[in-house]
């Protein structure tokens, strides 16, 4: 049993270390490529964690290989358009210029229902307002709105307003995050005045979010967002 | 740049990991066949080779942890399991059991040192 632990815990850590290397992606946005060694990875995993018998060493030495030759696919897959073509394929244009393209739909294996099903995913439930549709070599369907069924943007109705900027949390929990605050510029002095100010200290916050133009968002622990 | 330089360090890795474990297993199995092959010897000619037998057995125990970490468990313990017998056997005069179980090792052995030959065979 106890063998069965630290194996569990040594597989967890180089599992850990692969998806880790290999970056941040959900399944759904995952390429083609990721996806398979993704699979891989746990069925590798699964062998010696199952069968005590079998080497850990086999199992690791197959992780760290797939990270190799998928670092070396996707740094190949930048440089070379060929490349990344094999390896992830091609998007597909569904609906072209208002018009749906049924060849395009045979090609990819999609049914009138899975079109209009991803549309509506896409908050489209009229097809006839769709002029672009792209099927995304990760499955998803980016959608553009024929001109006169987008909805108007600030810009369109001549509207200023101020530059949006980006509130980072400086309290979490009571505990001051330093790296915010180094992004922000601001010192621990600084931002006790503004504690001060609104009449609270860093321990009594739950959360406290500040941008650059000194928007400040506090949500004190104990009350209701 | 930095994925690059992981993913040349776990090559780097796996490639140290690889010929380790060839220079380790070529080098511990050869040393044993050859040691159960004197004992074989000696057991013909003397008709008891209880001393050869022992010392076998003794360095397969010294080896017997490193080659767990690159060969399955399974086939150390066969190993471990006809090494004994042949040590039993190995006590007792013109005994075909001795023999037997002297060939198994040697097999068991061969099995080992086949494993780590890149060939058609251990690919597919």
């Known amino acids: 049993m106890i063998t069965t632990i630290i194996r569990t815990i040594i597989l967890y850590i180089f599992v850990t270390f692969a998806i880790r290397v290999m970056?941040?992606?959900q399944i759904g946005d995952m390429q083609p490529n990721e996806l398979?060694?993704?699979?891989?990875?746990?069925?590798?995993?699964?062998?010696?964690?199952?069968d005590i018998s079998q080497p850990i060493l086999s199992g690791v030495v197959a992780i760290?290989?797939?990270?190799?030759?998928e670092i070396v696919m996707s740094c190949l897959s930048l440089k070379s358009v060929k490349i990344r073509k094999f390896m992830s394929g091609n998007s597909v244009v569904i609906i072209n210029n208002g018009?749906?393209?049924?060849?395009?739909?045979?090609?990819?294996?999609?049914?009138?229902?899975?079109?209009?099903?991803?549309?509506?995913?896409?908050?489209v439930f009229?097809?006839?307002?769709?002029?672009?549709?792209?099927?995304?070599?990760?499955?998803?369907?980016?959608?553009l709105l024929k001109s006169g069924d987008q909805p108007a943007t600030v810009k369109d109705m001549g509207i200023k307003k101020e530059k949006a900027a980006l509130p980072l949390p400086v309290i979490s929990d009571g505990k001051v995050l330093m790296d915010s605050l180094k992004a922000l510029n601001i010192t621990t002095e600084t931002l006790n005045k503004k504690l001060h100010a609104n009449h609270t200290?860093?321990?009594?916050?739950?959360?406290?979010?500040?941008?650059?133009?000194?928007?400040?968002?506090?949500?004190?622990k104990g009350s209701n967002i | 740049m930095k994925r690059l330089i992981i993913a040349a360090i776990l090559l780097a890795l796996v490639i140290a990991t690889y010929l380790t474990s060839l220079f380790y297993i070529t080098d511990s199995c050869n040393t044993a066949k050859s040691m159960i092959q004197n004992t074989i010897k000696v057991?013909?000619?003397?008709?008891?080779?209880?001393?050869?037998?022992?010392n076998t057995q003794k360095y397969?125990?010294?080896?017997?942890?490193?080659?767990?970490?690159?060969?399955?468990?399974?086939?150390?313990?066969?190993?471990?399991?006809?090494?004994?017998?042949?040590?039993?056997?190995?006590?007792?005069?013109?005994?075909?059991?001795?023999?037997?179980?002297?060939?198994?090792?040697?097999?068991?052995?061969h099995q080992i040192l086949e494993d780590t030959k890149i060939t058609m065979h251990s690919i597919f």
Request: hydrophobic share 45%; no cysteine; aromatic share 8%.
């Open chain 1, 126 to 143: 009229d097809i006839s307002t769709v002029a672009f549709a792209v099927l995304e070599i990760n499955g998803n369907l980016s959608v």
């Open chain 1, 36 to 50: 398979v060694i993704t699979l891989l990875i746990s069925e590798i995993v699964a062998i010696p964690l199952q």
């Open chain 1, 99 to 123: 018009i749906v393209d049924q060849n395009a739909m045979k090609n990819v294996r999609m049914t009138v229902l899975d079109l209009v099903e991803q549309l509506r995913g896409q908050n």
């Open chain 2, 43 to 54: 057991y013909s000619e003397k008709e008891t080779a209880e001393k050869e037998a022992k």
């Open chain 1, 201 to 220: 200290t860093a321990s009594e916050v739950f959360l406290m979010t500040l941008d650059r133009y000194d928007n400040i968002s506090i949500v004190k």
């Open chain 2, 60 to 109: 397969w125990d010294k080896k017997e942890p490193l080659l767990s970490i690159f060969v399955n468990h399974d086939r150390i313990d066969d190993i471990e399991t006809a090494i004994s017998l042949m040590n039993v056997y190995a006590k007792i005069p013109k005994n075909e059991l001795f023999y037997e179980y002297a060939d198994n090792v040697k097999v068991l052995i």
């Open chain 1, 64 to 69: 760290f290989m797939l990270i190799v030759l």
């Open chain 1, 23 to 25: 970056g941040k992606r």
